[in-house]
């Protein structure tokens, strides 16, 4: 199924995972899927491999097998950053023949090390080539803080808005900590006319290193509710874990109320954490029956 037509006047609930490290004992991904597999969420996206891009062979696998051995739908990431035409459609290819329908078309972070000639400057390059040679369902980011290199909000709309020209489905955004960020940023999409569903990325922040590295990558504001949880739990693990989970199960009620089209929780392969917040909010979601 194509994740696009998941919205029918309900909330999508889906999770994400990411795949293990090249050197990394491969059972675990699959004790996580199999916790979380539990849950029957609408989709699960798989990030484009720990460790990189030559680690991408294993999101393909998992993301097959997420449908052929849990019975749920799956999309798998797809960074294009230093790709030739010829390599993004081996990859397309592979995805097609593993029964992959959803992608997550994305540009993948500019880094030091990363590639630097390519065909596909921007996750849009990407988009337009998808659509114009094969018949993915495709899924884009959007950034309710901005994208940490766009000039302005305007400008970062206006981006937006060409993602979806060039065939963009269906939207997941960065994680947010502060939920009127995600609703001014929904209510000026609408107003320019992006009218495709705009899932709400939720991370459940479970200690202090995993924040500081975000807020670094992302550029998220912390509000000063969340740095209270944190200087007042950073020093106790398990009271921290309990905090975060609290506090994200308070961010996803609070959006279901406002209407969202639907909440991606971003696992952190760690299933207690994600029970613990589907148990607390699973009454207020519709989510699809999966086939086990």
């Not at 035409?85 to 994305?106: F, T, V």
């Not at 400008?155 to 900590?177: M, N, P, S």
């Not at 693990?237 to 009620?253: F, H, M, N, P």
């Not at 760690?270 to 086939?291: E, F, G, R």
């Amino acid at each position: 199924m194509k994740t696009a037509e998941l919205f029918d006047n309900r909330t999508v609930f889906s999770l994400e995972v990411f795949p293990p490290k090249p050197d990394a004992d491969e059972s675990v991904i699959y004790y996580t899927l199999e916790e979380l597999s539990d849950i029957c969420p609408d989709f699960i996206s798989v990030t484009y491999g720990a460790g990189g891009g030559s680690n991408g062979s294993k999101t393909i696998q998992i993301a097959s097998d997420i449908k052929s051995r849990y019975g749920v739908e799956s999309v798998a990431h797809m960074p294009c950053i230093g790709l030739r035409k010829e390599q993004a459609a081996e990859i397309l290819d592979s995805m097609q023949e593993h029964g992959i329908e959803n992608i997550l078309a994305l540009r993948g972070d500019r880094t030091t090390d990363a590639p630097t000639c390519g065909d596909f400057s921007h996750a849009s390059d990407l988009i337009s080539f998808i659509k114009e040679n094969y018949d993915f369902n495709i899924l884009a980011a959007c950034y309710p803080e901005i994208h940490p290199e766009s000039s302005s909000a305007v400008d970062d709309l206006k981006w937006l808005r060409y993602k979806v020209e060039c065939g963009a489905d269906h939207l997941i955004t960065q994680l947010f900590l502060d939920n009127k960020y995600f609703c001014d940023f929904q209510e000026k999409a609408r107003i320019a006319g992006i009218d495709i569903p705009i899932e709400a990325g939720i991370m459940p922040v479970t200690n202090k290193r995993q924040i500081e590295r975000m807020v670094k990558l992302c550029g998220v504001e912390l509000p000063k509710k969340f740095i209270r949880v944190l200087e007042r739990y950073e020093h106790n693990e398990t009271a921290l874990r309990d905090a975060g989970i609290a506090y994200a199960i308070d961010q996803i009620t609070d959006l279901i109320a406002e209407g969202v089209d639907g909440i991606h929780l971003y696992t952190m392969n760690d299933p207690y954490v994600a029970h613990k917040i589907y148990d607390a909010v699973q009454s207020l979601v519709k989510v699809s029956t999966c086939v086990r």
